[in-house]
């Protein structure tokens, strides 16, 4: 009896050095949040939204393959081409998209077409324009079961005098803490729109635990109101951990897993 060589499996094929790159950043960030969750004393990790601004549709497929569930955006112009065309390439097996930028009332119309939660609500208006998008839509489009858009809060957490703030780093956005209650109200009382909770931006030149500290303690008020609204959306790539420590249930993080913007590969 002749030995039968060995015949090693058929390797899989090398993935595209894009890919790979992003694979690699990808898991370095999921290892920080499970080393920040662990030194914070929680079992519970957040959850990751990639914000994939500046990079391409390409990349947002890459990261589908990679297992990202959820994807951010802060520019409509940007957001409703890419969401298309991923759309298309996936259909409904593609991530979920979150909008977190600052939002014109005239552009609601256009991303409840896509988006499934947006973080940045701030102003009674823009309340109001989410709601009557959705509830057109539904209108619209009766055969398609259009669930309730989730909405959080943005916060402005930056208790500073205007003077007093940087220059040059252009609004971040946000309502006033004494207008949270007020607009978390109008969001439950809106058709089509569900209250998730709070966000915030940490502003520059002050200590993030600090900021993401008052966004917690917010959070805790809001809950006693509307217990289902813990959602706390705060931290970015620079200040991940501090958002964790404060109570953080969303994380969006964007440069260190697409790198600089503008420099992915398509």
Excluded at 109 to 121: G, P
Excluded at 202 to 231: I, K, Y
Aim: charged share 30%; net charge negative.
């Amino acid at each position: 009896m002749t030995d039968t060589p060995h015949t090693s499996p058929a390797s899989a094929p090398a993935e595209d050095p894009r890919t790979a790159e992003l694979r690699e950043r990808l898991e370095g960030v999921r290892r920080r949040i499970r080393e920040a969750t662990a030194a914070a004393g929680r079992t519970d990790e957040p959850e990751l939204v990639v914000v994939t601004k500046t990079h391409p549709a390409e990349d947002v497929l890459r990261l589908a393959g990679l297992g990202v569930a959820d994807v951010g955006e802060n520019r409509d112009q940007e957001a409703r081409p890419k969401a298309a065309a991923v759309a298309e390439a996936l259909g409904a097996s593609g991530p979920r998209w979150h909008f977190v930028g600052q939002l014109q009332t005239n552009k609601a119309k256009h991303v409840v077409r896509y988006a499934a939660a947006v973080h940045s609500v701030d102003r009674a208006e823009l309340v109001d324009a989410l709601s009557r998008a959705v509830t057109v839509r539904r209108e619209r489009t009766p055969e398609t079961a259009l669930p309730d858009l989730d909405c959080l809060v943005q916060v402005d957490v930056d208790d500073r005098p205007d003077e007093l703030r940087p220059e040059g780093i252009g609004p971040r956005g946000g309502a006033a803490p004494t207008d949270v209650e007020t607009l978390a109200d109008r969001i439950v009382q809106a058709p089509g729109l569900r209250l998730r909770g709070l966000m915030c931006v940490a502003p520059r030149g002050v200590d993030p635990e600090q900021a993401f500290g008052r966004l917690a303690e917010l959070s805790a008020r809001l809950r006693r109101a509307h217990p289902g609204a813990g959602a706390l959306s705060m931290g970015m790539s620079a200040d991940l951990e501090a958002a964790v420590r404060a109570g953080a249930t969303h994380v969006r993080i964007g440069s260190d897993i697409l790198g600089a913007r503008g420099a992915a590969v398509g």
